[in-house]
């Protein structure tokens, strides 16, 4: 991130823009920085201005306190503002719940994209397991066990005890903890988990929800919903393609809307 931007509360955001063409700012999900989607913002250079930053908490941004969801909205909006004042929005998995938010809000954006927002229609009996996450996640980080807070949020996603206990020993460790504060931010972020219907309702732009074809069922089925729910919404599958999407395959078809 080789440019800096202030925010409404005077929170400084570290960004980066490569390509030309219209303007696309990049928002990242849980456990990464801008960083995590210069790839992608490499795909889309040919076609599109792409905006890559540091979301507050993350990287080289600050965060200043007391977090709220309208705070990282301001953000999105002086990022608007410094790259010309008109961009459309993308967001990975809870930057997406972000994207949907700020797209809510009134945010004057001409149009959103998401890739597999993790909601869910009904917690079906896991509403204590969130609620055991969220009290676990607040007393970790009031510890500052970050460890023990990436531990938790990696468990919530379904990864096996084995591979949590091995990417400890991993180089990257070490930057999960760095960010794990900020696992806070996209707790708040996503609410109770569930689909929020009536925000969505209330979206005057165009939305492209996108899943992968090889994700499990429950997030295409909600990524089929946002879709469903905002009243000029698409649903796009990409085959082959997990929460993990790759670049060179969804870059053609963002690039595509952006551009639209």
Not at 32 to 45: C, E, I, K, V, Y
Not at 160 to 185: K, T
């Amino acid at each position: 991130m080789d440019k800096k931007t202030t925010s409404h509360d005077g929170t400084r955001l570290a960004y980066g823009v490569t390509g030309r063409g219209p303007t696309v700012i990049l928002v990242s999900g849980a456990m990464s920085t801008g960083g995590t989607l210069a790839p992608l913002a490499q795909q889309l250079a040919d076609r599109c201005t792409a905006v890559v930053y540091d979301r507050r908490g993350r990287g080289a941004s600050g965060d200043t306190a007391p977090y709220a969801v309208e705070r990282e909205i301001e953000d999105l909006a002086a990022l608007i503002d410094v790259v010309g004042g008109d961009a459309v929005l993308f967001g990975v998995s809870s930057g997406g719940a972000l994207v949907l938010r700020a797209a809510a809000s009134g945010l004057p954006i001409p149009r959103a994209a998401v890739y597999e927002v993790p909601y869910a229609d009904t917690l079906e009996g896991g509403a204590e397991q969130e609620a055991a996450y969220k009290s676990s996640l607040r007393e970790a980080l009031a510890d500052g066990r970050r460890g023990d807070a990436v531990e938790l949020f990696l468990r919530l996603t379904g990864l096996g005890e084995e591979m949590i206990q091995g990417a400890r020993q991993s180089p990257m460790w070490a930057g999960m903890e760095a960010v794990a504060p900020s696992l806070a931010h996209d707790d708040t972020v996503m609410g109770d988990g569930l689909l929020p219907r009536e925000r969505l309702a209330a979206i005057s732009v165009p939305v492209l929800s996108v899943a992968g074809g090889a994700s499990p069922g429950w997030m295409r089925d909600a990524s089929r919903a946002v879709a469903e729910s905002v009243p000029q919404g698409t649903y796009r599958v990409l085959e082959g393609q997990t929460h993990m999407v790759e670049p060179q395959v969804l870059g053609p078809v963002l690039a595509e809307f952006v551009a639209a």
